[in-house]
């Protein structure tokens, strides 16, 4: 169990599901943990996370080892907790906020925003939208754990998908991630592509569950249930294997805060073919590491995927940069860093 008295910074995801923020903070802390004290506050994390149950926020001491701890929030209800900590409890906190959103803040966020003591912006495009300074960091992977399977073929058939080119995409299904441009799309390729193949592996909350169940009797409909699979959402920890299993990675996200999944596919080998939404033109080198493409457009998606399919070479040069752009730019341990500056500068203010 962790000791909170040993404690300078906390990294709270309240969320239950699955989600952007908790796979974040899953893969920050532990490397994190190496060279500051710190603990998630999470429901459910991977065992080699650093965690700690919220109630025992309630009772811990007053103040770190380093005088003030640090409350790292993702979320508005996790900045309130922060600001309960701080200013009902009593508690020595210095606030962080790290903004992902890239559109205008409603009146309450704005609010909460202004009493952090620092922000981060995970884009240049989304500092844009704050109206207070922030220091810009991108997003890292894990490069070990995200990297290119030895034998493809072997962990396809582990996981029980099909041979043959792989097309994927991965994330909560509804129409804000563009799933259905995706499904969409995919039907027409696979329809001049027979050896080819797709996977959409996510989750539909009740309120998307019609909009997955129309996506399903669309496929069964154009006879491509062995071929366009639907998967269920997997742990984070257990993403890396299917990313590794793809040769072409799709994000057809209509809207998107930053953006991960490209980034990790792009690590395991998988070029990516990315709308102009969140962060992807920061991310994907557009003809060199995947191709960028209008949000909403089925064509431009078709075509985008019709020409890297049926031009191998392109696709194993695309392959090749997309891994070693990752390393070169995007290493975990470059984001991991840059936020512990931003601690410690905060605990010795």
């Known amino acids: 169990m962790r000791d909170l008295a040993q404690i300078d910074v906390i990294a709270p995801s309240f969320k239950r599901r699955l989600s952007g923020v908790t796979a974040t903070v899953?893969?920050?802390?532990?490397?994190?943990?190496?060279?500051?004290?710190?603990?998630?506050?999470a429901p459910e994390m991977p065992d080699e996370v650093p965690n700690v149950h919220w109630s025992r926020?309630?009772?811990?001491?007053?103040?770190?080892?380093?005088?003030?701890?640090?409350?790292?929030?993702?979320?508005?209800?996790?900045?309130?907790?922060?600001?309960?900590?701080?200013?009902?409890?009593?508690?020595?906190?210095?606030?962080?906020?790290?903004?992902?959103?890239?559109?205008?803040?409603?009146?309450?966020t704005k609010a909460l925003i202004r009493r952090m003591d620092a922000v981060i912006a995970t884009s240049d495009k989304t500092a844009g939208y704050l109206e207070c300074?922030?220091?810009?960091?991108?997003?890292?992977i894990d490069t070990d754990t995200f990297a290119p399977h030895p034998d493809k073929a072997a962990l396809r058939a582990e996981l029980g998908l099909p041979t043959g080119p792989l097309m994927g995409c991965f994330g909560r299904i509804r129409a804000q991630k563009g799933t259905d441009v995706f499904v969409d799309a995919m039907i027409r390729v696979l329809g001049d592509h027979p050896d080819a193949a797709a996977i959409v592996m996510g989750r539909a909350v009740d309120k998307d569950q019609t909009f997955l169940d129309d996506l399903k009797a669309q496929v069964q409909d154009a006879g491509l249930t062995d071929r366009l699979l639907f998967l269920?959402?997997?742990?984070?920890w257990e993403t890396p294997r299917f990313?590794?299993?793809?040769?072409?990675?799709?994000?057809?996200?209509?809207?998107?805060?930053f953006g991960l999944t490209p980034l990790e596919a792009m690590a395991c080998g998988a070029p990516a073919i990315a709308t102009r939404v969140g962060a992807f033109d920061e991310l994907v080198l557009d003809g060199k590491t995947g191709t960028l493409i209008d949000a909403g457009d089925v064509d431009e998606m078709v075509a985008a995927t019709q020409a890297v399919l049926s031009d191998p070479p392109k696709l194993a040069k695309w392959s090749e940069c997309a891994r070693a752009h990752m390393v070169q730019h995007f290493q975990l341990q470059q984001e991991a860093d840059a936020i512990i500056a931003i601690y410690k500068k905060l605990l010795n203010d």
């Open 232 to 236: 269920p959402e997997v742990p984070v």
């Open 26 to 41: 899953a893969r920050l802390v532990p490397l994190q943990a190496q060279s500051i004290a710190i603990t998630a506050c």
């Open 133 to 140: 300074p922030a220091t810009v960091i991108h997003h890292g």
């Open 243 to 257: 990313y590794q299993a793809l040769d072409i990675y799709v994000a057809p996200q209509r809207w998107e805060g």
């Open 57 to 108: 926020l309630l009772t811990m001491s007053r103040g770190g080892p380093s005088g003030p701890r640090v409350w790292h929030a993702r979320r508005n209800v996790e900045m309130i907790a922060g600001l309960a900590l701080r200013g009902l409890l009593g508690k020595r906190i210095k606030l962080l906020f790290t903004s992902a959103s890239q559109r205008h803040h409603t009146g309450l």
